[in-house]
């Protein structure tokens, strides 16, 4: 949590959390699952034809005016700014576009798959089946990209990663409804 950002349940139909940002341009929140004590850590990997899904259903208040990434990422303490390996779901305030990103090694693709409108919800979701990761947006198919990409993230075990800034100084939130993910490892 950067300065006075917020992490808490909020009353949204059938449970979910919010974060909220502070008041000050790149105040945000960054949250990953486990941590240096011990915690499950980096542990999806994409190096070989595991069966994957990742998806959430979110909503910002100020589309255009929010950073935010949604899916796995290895461990960095900036997420945003300069993570080297991740794959999923990210915005950039000054747009409000969705991208769908896969970047190794500090080289990225992107695929943009949605508009993303003021306090909307929006189905984002993809399923990584060996050859090939399919993105869906509100269970609708939108890209299908290889996993020959030369920035398909294979080469790092990542974690569950969530990342949220303010573009302004403005306490924008972003409303997570439900998120859930699976790998099958043999």
């Known amino acids: 949590l950067v300065n006075g950002s917020t992490f808490a349940h909020t009353d949204v139909a059938g449970g979910g959390v919010i974060l909220t940002c502070d008041t000050a ?18 542990n999806v990997s994409f190096a070989a034809e595991y069966p994957t899904y990742f998806g959430c259903q979110v909503q910002v208040n100020d589309a255009d005016q929010v950073d935010a990434f949604l899916g796995f990422c290895i461990t960095d303490t900036t997420i945003l700014a300069g993570a080297s390996d991740d794959i999923g779901f990210r915005t950039v305030d000054e747009s409000a576009t969705l991208n769908f990103v896969l970047e190794q090694d500090s080289a990225e693709s992107l695929n943009a798959v949605h508009t993303l409108v003021d306090g909307a919800d929006v189905t984002a979701e993809f399923l990584y089946y060996g050859s090939d990761v399919e993105v869906f947006i509100n269970g609708v198919s939108t890209v299908t990209v290889a996993n ?29 409804k439900w998120l859930r993910f699976f790998q099958i490892q043999a």
């Open 148 to 176: 020959t990409d030369v920035n398909f993230p294979n080469d790092e075990l990542l974690r569950l990663s969530i990342a949220l800034l303010t573009g302004e100084a403005v306490a924008n939130t972003l409303t997570i």
């Open 25 to 42: 341009e790149n105040d945000g929140i960054q949250l990953q699952l486990g941590d240096e004590l011990g915690g499950a850590g980096e």
